[in-house]
């Protein structure tokens, strides 16, 4: 049995162009369906925030538009709401990364908020590239990438890497609105290899240890490469 870490975001709002707090968390697909397919699979998961708070659902997520349906709206709610884990998170700070098999951020608008500038997920991006052991990072969650930056430096520089697109935050209304956008700035301060696919539907890019997924369709992708690597 392996043993992941799951590192959520803890933001309610993300603070857009105009001072306006737009309400958000984690996007429910992403958390839901790889903690399905990882602990229906034997495995342990373990999940952390900033400061140990509990992770909070965007509520946008939990639409049927947005679920596949109402059944698909239920079905994440029901696996949200049995995960025992989202109720007494670590802090990002205690995690001690040799308990870990591997590492997996899902994504929201949330991360944008508050894991782009958190210390601690810098540091556990950091070393968890540099073991050689997964690193599975959805959607918006690359932004965590952006807290692994010394003097300007990332060791995420020159990866294979995708993320929820400008077009894709274009689509979804918000990307006029927003201080800044995913795409652009991976591709500016950090300088990774950026690759895409069709928005919406599910991609994801490979770069030696690390596995990154374009939007919340390819979390499902990610958990299953994840599942494989940890036979």
């Not at 803890?10 to 707090?21: E, F, N, Q």
């Not at 301060?189 to 690759?195: A, L, N, P, R, T």
Request: net charge negative; with cysteine; hydrophobic share 45%.
């Amino acid at each position: 049995m392996a043993k992941v870490l799951f590192v959520m975001t803890g933001a309610t709002y993300w603070v857009l162009k105009d001072g306006t707090r737009y309400a958000t968390g984690y996007w429910a697909e992403e958390f839901a369906a790889p903690y399905k397919a990882i602990t229906e699979a034997g495995h342990e998961v373990v999940v952390a925030t900033p400061n140990g708070v509990t992770p909070n659902v965007d509520m946008m997520s939990l639409r049927p538009s947005m679920a596949g349906g109402e059944e698909g709206a239920l079905e994440l709610e029901a696996i949200i709401r049995s995960a025992e884990v989202m109720r007494r998170p670590l802090q990002l700070s205690d995690v001690r990364l040799e308990d870990y098999d591997a590492v997996y951020l899902p994504g929201g608008h949330g991360p944008m908020a508050d894991l782009s500038l958190d210390a601690d997920v810098g540091r556990i991006l950091t070393a968890q590239l540099a073991s050689g052991k997964p690193l599975a990072i959805v959607c918006h969650a690359p932004a965590a990438m952006l807290a692994t930056r010394i003097h300007g430096e990332s060791p995420f520089k020159g990866y294979r890497v995708t993320c929820f697109t400008d077009e894709e935050e274009e689509a979804v209304g918000l990307a006029s609105r927003s201080t800044w956008l995913l795409e652009t700035e991976l591709k500016d301060k950090i300088g990774v290899e950026f690759s895409r696919g069709e928005i919406w539907k599910p991609y994801m890019v490979e770069d030696r240890n690390l596995i990154t997924g374009q939007n919340p369709a390819s979390a499902a992708v990610l958990a299953e490469r994840l599942l494989t690597l940890l036979k």
